[in-house]
């Protein structure tokens, strides 16, 4: 019996899967992977805008560049305010005492020259030699503050003058032409095609109208110049440069500047 029921017990088990099952391994805790975060990043902090510099026009390489043309000043006459204070400066006090000690170491010269011409002629050479120096002396002197008084007087009346505008009040005629003459190369220089000079409608010359024409007409005739009267001030002369008329006033001949500036009955002078 032992063996036969060995033996059913076996087939049974074959047949019917047994009784006991084997024991089921331990359900494994799911394992997660490690993903690395994306990294992080910050918003670039923006910039300004800003516009579009202009790109500088360059000419072709075959053509040259051509140099700015100056543009010719519009004329404009002086305003009486300006004409005032000219005058005023005329009356000044340190101007008038310049060309009053100048006026008397003009006629000190004068007196010395006249008494060295009669010593001389007396036959007296020694003291006619002396007085002459004296009268140099006197001469140098009068030249002196005269220099000064003309320097001090063109530079006040000149400190307000437009561009392209030189003020001639309270000059002697030889300082004028000097001043003028300066003004005019000065303005050829900066290329100015034009130049107004402010005369005056009157003339007193200590050294006398006789020089005036001459110096005027050499002056025109040296720099090739033609000057027309200005329309609406004729105390202002308009000096072309380049010695062609613009038809702005009447073209002005030296006998024509030269009587203008001898009429003293018209106020303003050039001393």
Not at 128 to 146: I, P, T
Not at 195 to 210: F, M, P, R, Y
Not at 230 to 246: A, H, K
Request: hydrophobic share 30%; proline share 9%.
């Amino acid at each position: 019996m032992g063996m036969f029921t060995t033996l059913l017990r076996s087939l049974w088990d074959r047949l019917c899967g047994g009784g006991e099952t084997e024991p089921q391994s331990r359900p494994q805790r799911p394992t997660q992977q490690y993903q690395q975060a994306p990294p992080v990043t910050r918003p670039h902090p923006q910039k300004p805008y800003e516009a579009p510099q202009p790109q500088p026009q360059y000419p072709p390489a075959h053509q040259k560049p051509q140099p700015p043309r100056p543009q010719p000043a519009r004329h404009v006459s002086p305003g009486p305010h300006k004409q005032n204070l000219n005058y005023e400066n005329q009356q000044d006090s340190h101007y008038q005492d310049l060309r009053a000690r100048a006026s008397e170491e003009g006629s000190k010269m004068a007196q010395c020259f006249e008494e060295s011409h009669t010593a001389y002629a007396s036959g007296n050479g020694a003291r006619a030699k002396e007085l002459s120096n004296e009268g140099k002396a006197h001469k140098a002197e009068m030249e002196r503050l005269n220099a000064q008084a003309s320097e001090w007087i063109f530079a006040k009346n000149n400190e307000d003058s437009a561009p392209g505008e030189v003020d001639l009040h309270g000059l002697y005629v030889k300082e004028a032409i000097t001043y003028s003459e300066r003004a005019i190369n000065d303005a050829r220089r900066r290329g100015d095609a034009k130049l107004n000079l402010i005369v005056g409608k009157g003339l007193h010359s200590a050294q006398g109208v006789a020089k005036l024409k001459p110096a005027i007409g050499e002056l025109m005739q040296k720099q090739g110049l033609v000057a027309e009267l200005d329309p609406s001030n004729s105390g202002v002369l308009i000096v072309n440069l380049d010695g062609q008329p613009t038809g702005v006033g009447p073209v002005l001949g030296v006998d024509d500047i030269t009587r203008r500036l001898e009429d003293s009955e018209k106020g303003c002078t050039i001393m």
